[in-house]
């Protein structure tokens, strides 16, 4: 991959980024603020899967997080045998939540409004007072299961239990499905996470890390020093996108070394979004995952969860991720999504109905176009 990346990158550099060939699009601000168009989304991001949990995060038998994506308040636990499960956070009998703390570590699932129980597969486990509750045979229905797989050191999640199952290989698609894989992240463990509830629309987030015009703007106190400007490998993997960012040293490598000796990757920020609603992005030896979960009712209204994954048999390098964790925690927060913030500001305000993308922005409309594609009817 080193070569492969190194080659086509080498090539951009020495044509330069394009000129633009045709006039800037007009985007109406509606596709972030349409409440029907909200539901529809929600919809779309249910019905695929969604990048939950580490799976380290809950290794150990009977551990569990809950989270709500799409609307959908959701149990990961995983069971006696090890097997990661998902299901809904809801009580079979009358609705009620049946976990109410974030994470922790259990035999069972226990309902605190009457005291129906639960398996760590979502199995029914007992009835309370079940003589007194039907004269019939007792209900079976446990908790509703959702689709579940681990892959790349994640738990993914479909939120939709009416959704054919996907596989996760396939949804990736092969050529992205190998990055990820020649990038570590199977071998990646859980380091640190965090929420941040953001005022904005989910895709003004995502926009952030699919194009580059804002770098030695936005990121001029911060990043932008260490890379080139508005030079990035833009690829497509099966309805997903990529970015290759080089560093300044990188482009220098690949002029003055020789080609067998070049290591292309290490020194590269690499974006990949995944449609629709996650980020994986890699840079300096880890992952950061961005998982972008929209408010059920409110397009302005999006949790992000920032998790870092990092190499398992360098996961005791403290010092040095947790360097790397203060660092995207200030740059991402205070830049990137303060940015998101303040676009969705005024166009709640109405100070703006049409937004001009550029040439060199072209994979926001790229990126809504594969959305409106999941988009139900």
């Not at 070569?3 to 699009?25: K, M, V």
């Not at 987030?205 to 703007?217: A, I, N, P, Q, R």
């Not at 995952?289 to 009712?297: A, C, I, K, N």
């Given at each position: 991959m080193d070569?492969?990346?190194?080659?086509?990158?080498?090539?951009?550099?020495?044509?330069?980024?394009?000129?633009?060939?045709?006039?800037?699009?007009q985007l109406t601000v509606d596709?972030?603020?349409?409440?029907?168009?909200?539901?529809?989304e929600l919809a779309a991001i249910a019905a695929h899967p969604v990048a939950a949990v580490a799976s380290s995060e809950i290794a150990e038998p009977g551990s569990f997080v809950t989270a709500e994506f799409a609307g959908v308040?959701?149990?990961?636990?995983?069971?006696?045998?090890?097997?990661?499960?998902?299901?809904?956070?809801?009580?079979?009998?009358?609705?009620?939540?049946?976990?109410?703390e974030p994470s922790g570590t259990g035999r069972i699932f226990s309902c605190g409004?009457?005291?129906?129980?639960?398996?760590?597969?979502?199995?029914?486990?007992?009835?309370?007072?079940k003589q007194r509750f039907s004269s019939e045979a007792p209900c079976t229905m446990g908790l509703r299961r959702l689709s579940c797989e681990e892959r790349h050191g994640m738990v993914w999640v479909t939120?939709?239990?009416?959704?054919?199952?996907?596989?996760?290989?396939?949804?990736?698609?092969?050529?992205?499905?190998d990055v990820l894989t020649e990038l570590g992240m199977p071998e990646m463990v859980h380091h640190a996470?965090?929420?941040?509830?953001?005022?904005?629309?989910?895709?003004?987030?995502?926009?952030?890390?699919?194009?580059?015009?804002?770098?030695?703007?936005?990121?001029?106190?911060?990043?932008?020093?260490?890379?080139?400007?508005?030079l990035t490998l833009s690829k497509r993997y099966n309805g997903h996108f990529g970015g290759w960012l080089p560093k300044n040293r990188v482009l220098r490598m690949l002029r003055?070394?020789?080609?067998?000796?070049?290591?292309?990757?290490?020194?590269?920020?690499?974006?990949?979004?995944?449609?629709?609603?996650?980020?994986?992005?890699?840079?300096?030896?880890?992952?950061?995952?961005?998982?972008?979960?929209?408010?059920?009712?409110?397009?302005?209204?999006?949790?992000?969860r920032l998790t870092m994954l990092v190499p398992a048999d360098r996961a005791g390098e403290t010092e040095l991720w947790d360097r790397n964790w203060e660092r995207v925690c200030i740059t991402i927060p205070d830049e990137d999504f303060a940015a998101a913030v303040d676009v969705q500001r005024n166009v709640d305000a109405g100070a703006v109905d049409v937004l001009q993308i550029g040439f060199n922005e072209e994979k926001l409309i790229q990126h809504l176009h594969e959305v409106d594609r999941l988009l139900p009817d």
């Open positions: 070569l492969a990346i190194g080659d086509e990158l080498f090539a951009l550099a020495e044509a330069g980024s394009p000129a633009a060939d045709r006039p800037a699009q596709v972030y603020t349409d409440p029907v168009r909200h539901a529809r308040p959701v149990i990961v636990a995983r069971d006696h045998d090890g097997v990661a499960h998902a299901m809904r956070n809801v009580c079979a009998h009358r609705g009620a939540t049946v976990v109410a409004f009457h005291g129906w129980s639960y398996d760590l597969d979502g199995s029914l486990r007992a009835v309370s007072d939120p939709n239990p009416d959704t054919e199952a996907k596989d996760l290989a396939d949804w990736l698609g092969s050529e992205l499905d996470a965090t929420e941040y509830d953001l005022a904005c629309n989910w895709k003004l987030l995502t926009d952030g890390f699919m194009e580059l015009y804002h770098l030695k703007y936005l990121h001029r106190n911060s990043i932008a020093p260490y890379f080139p400007n508005d003055d070394e020789p080609r067998d000796e070049w290591k292309v990757v290490d020194g590269c920020t690499a974006a990949f979004t995944l449609v629709p609603g996650t980020v994986i992005q890699w840079q300096a030896g880890h992952v950061e995952l961005f998982s972008m979960r929209p408010h059920p009712t409110e397009p302005n209204r999006t949790t992000c």
